[in-house]
C-alpha cells in the first residue's frame, strides 16, 4: 500500500515519525513517501529536515494518507491552496489518518462534517474553531468513522496507528510490532488519561 504522509514547516516530529516506525515495520506491506505542497526540504524546530515531493504529484489519492499535527498547523489552516490539496486527496484516498492537531487541517476542508473526531487535548478548543460542524469527542485516544482515523496529542498516533494496523492485518501482527519496537500499545480508544 502506498502512504503519503503530508509535510509541512514545524510538523510534529513524533507525529510523523510515531507512525512511519510502525508501518515502515512491514516493508512488504507500506511504502512511505513525504510530500509537501511546494516539494523540497520541510524542516521544524526540533532541527529535523525531510526532502518531500510536490502534492501535485499525487493523482488519483494515496492508499493512506497521514496528516501530522504540530505547531505548523497553525499557519496551515490558513493556506487554501493547501487545503484544496488536502481535500482532494482525502477524497480520492483509501484511509486517512491524523495525528494530533492535523485533525484541524482535515476538519477545515469540511471532510469531518457530522463525523466523529478527536485532536490533541491540550489545543482542542482552537482545533474544534476549524470544524463546527464535526462531532468531536474529547475523551478518547483516537477515533475511527469511516475511512477516516483521528488521534489525539502525540503519541496517540501510535496507538491510532498500531490499531488501524489491526484492521487491516489484524491483532496479532499490531502487537508483535509493538513489541519489536517495545512500545506499550494502549489498545482501548477509550483509556484517554490526558482528556481531564
Not at 502506498?2 to 512511519?20: A, Q, R, S, Y
Not at 503519541?155 to 492485518?169: E, V
Amino acid at each position: 500500500m502506498n502512504v503519503g504522509i503530508l509535510m509541512f514547516e514545524e510538523f510534529e516530529t513524533l507525529d510523523v515519525f510515531g507512525p512511519v516506525e510502525i508501518l515502515g515495520r512491514l516493508k512488504e506491506d507500506f511504502k512511505i513517501k513525504f510530500y509537501s505542497l511546494s516539494g523540497g526540504e520541510v524542516s521544524n524546530s526540533h532541527g529535523i529536515t525531510i526532502f518531500t515531493r510536490k502534492l501535485k504529484e499525487i493523482k488519483n489519492g494515496v492508499d493512506i494518507f497521514i496528516i501530522p499535527g504540530g505547531y505548523g498547523t497553525r499557519t496551515a489552516v490558513e493556506n487554501n491552496s493547501l487545503l484544496k490539496a488536502i481535500r482532494e486527496i482525502s477524497e480520492l484516498s483509501k484511509y486517512v489518518l491524523t495525528v494530533c492537531t492535523g485533525a484541524a487541517l482535515l476538519a477545515k476542508t469540511g471532510l469531518l462534517d457530522f463525523k466523529n473526531a478527536t485532536t490533541n487535548k491540550i489545543a482542542f478548543d482552537w482545533v474544534i474553531t476549524n470544524g463546527q460542524n464535526v462531532n468531536w469527542i474529547r475523551k478518547a485516544r483516537w477515533v475511527v468513522d469511516e475511512k477516516f482515523y483521528t488521534s489525539s496529542g502525540v503519541s496517540a498516533g501510535m496507538d491510532m496507528t498500531l490499531d488501524f494496523l489491526k484492521d487491516l492485518h489484524g491483532v496479532d501482527i499490531a502487537r508483535q510490532v509493538a513489541e519489536q519496537i517495545e512500545y506499550e500499545w494502549t489498545e482501548d480508544s477509550e483509556n484517554d488519561i490526558f482528556c481531564k
